[in-house]
Nanobody
Framework: QVQLVESGGGLVQAGGSLNLSCAAFGRIVRINVMGWYRQAPGKQRELVATITSGGSTNYAESVKGRFTISRDNAKNTVFLQMNSLKPEDTAVYYC??????????????????WGQGTQVTVSS
């Protein structure tokens, strides 16, 4: 019901920057929270950062001071600006969006959707 389109991953040297974006499409009534998670090879998916509709943010300790999450409510888009990247930031990054959608039967229902993932590789 809600599709997410991610972009912005790639290969960068340590100390460099990348900006990820994720746009949500569908019959979205309201988005409550948007966020970014990541999964490195052999590890569990972990939270990177989240942002609520009111702009409150939450970051993993490992990225505080280096990453900034922001959102464009009018475009249902969330961004992740990543600075001072480290090799340990290498992972597949997934966006997540949760809120309320209007179904094809015109029923309001909660949803939580995940993006397809975008690879971020930081070389040393």
């Amino acid at each position: 019901q809600v599709q997410l389109v991610e972009s912005g991953g790639g290969l960068v040297q340590a100390g460099g920057s990348l900006n990820l974006s994720c746009a949500a499409f569908g019959r979205i009534v309201r988005i409550n929270v948007m966020g970014w998670y990541r999964q490195a090879p052999g590890k569990q998916r972990e939270l990177v950062a989240t942002i609520t509709s009111g702009g409150s943010t939450n970051y993993a300790e490992s990225v505080k001071g280096r990453f900034t999450i922001s959102r464009d409510n009018a475009k249902n888009t969330v961004f992740l600006q990543m600075n001072s990247l480290k090799p340990e930031d290498t992972a597949v990054y997934y966006c997540m969006v949760a809120g309320v959608v209007l179904t094809t039967g015109n029923v309001y229902t909660n949803f939580a959707s995940w993006g397809q993932g975008t690879q971020v590789t930081v070389s040393s």
